[in-house]
C-alpha cells in the first residue's frame, strides 16, 4: 500500500522519463535564454563601444579646434611683436649714438675717475704718513 501509487503503478521509472523529456526541453529552453541574453550583452557593449567612439572623436576635434585657435593667436601675436619691433627698432636707429652709449660712457668715466680718485688718495695718505 505504500509503495503503490493511486494509479497502482509500483514502478517509477515511467514518470521519470516522461520528467527527462520536460527537462530536456527546458535545457533548450535554457540555452536559447543564454543564447539571447549573450547577444542581448554583445549588443550593448557595441553600443557602448560606439558611443565611447564618438565621444572619443569629438574630443579629438575639440583638441584639434583649440590648436587651430592657439596657432591663429601665436600667429597673430608674432605679427604684433614685429610691429613692435619694427616701432621700437625705429626708435632705436633715432637714438643710436646718443642715449644709450653716451650713459656707458658717462658711467664708464665716472667708474674710471672715481677709480683714480681713490688711487690718488691713496697716494695722499701714503705720502703724508711717511
Known amino acids: 500500500m505504500y509503495g503503490e501509487d493511486l494509479n497502482g503503478d509500483d514502478d517509477d521509472s515511467d ?3 516522461s520528467d527527462d523529456d520536460d527537462n530536456d526541453d527546458d535545457d533548450d529552453d535554457d ?3 543564454k543564447k539571447a541574453s549573450k547577444q542581448a ?3 550593448e557593449r557595441k553600443k557602448e563601444r560606439k558611443k565611447e567612439r564618438k565621444k572619443e572623436i569629438e574630443r579629438n576635434r ?3 579646434r583649440n590648436k587651430e585657435r592657439n596657432r591663429e593667436r601665436q600667429k597673430v601675436s608674432e605679427k604684433e611683436t614685429k610691429e613692435r619691433t619694427k616701432r621700437w ?3 632705436n636707429e ?3 649714438g ?3 652709449e653716451t650713459r656707458y660712457k658717462i658711467k664708464k668715466g665716472k667708474f674710471d ?3 683714480n680718485k681713490g688711487k690718488l688718495l691713496k697716494k695722499q695718505i701714503i705720502g703724508e704718513k711717511a
Open 15 to 17: 514518470d521519470d522519463d
Open 62 to 64: 575639440k583638441k584639434q
Open 41 to 43: 550583452r554583445k549588443k
Open 89 to 91: 627698432g625705429r626708435n
Open 98 to 100: 646718443t642715449k644709450k
Open 113 to 115: 675717475r672715481l677709480k
Open 31 to 33: 540555452d536559447e535564454r
Open 94 to 96: 633715432r637714438n643710436k
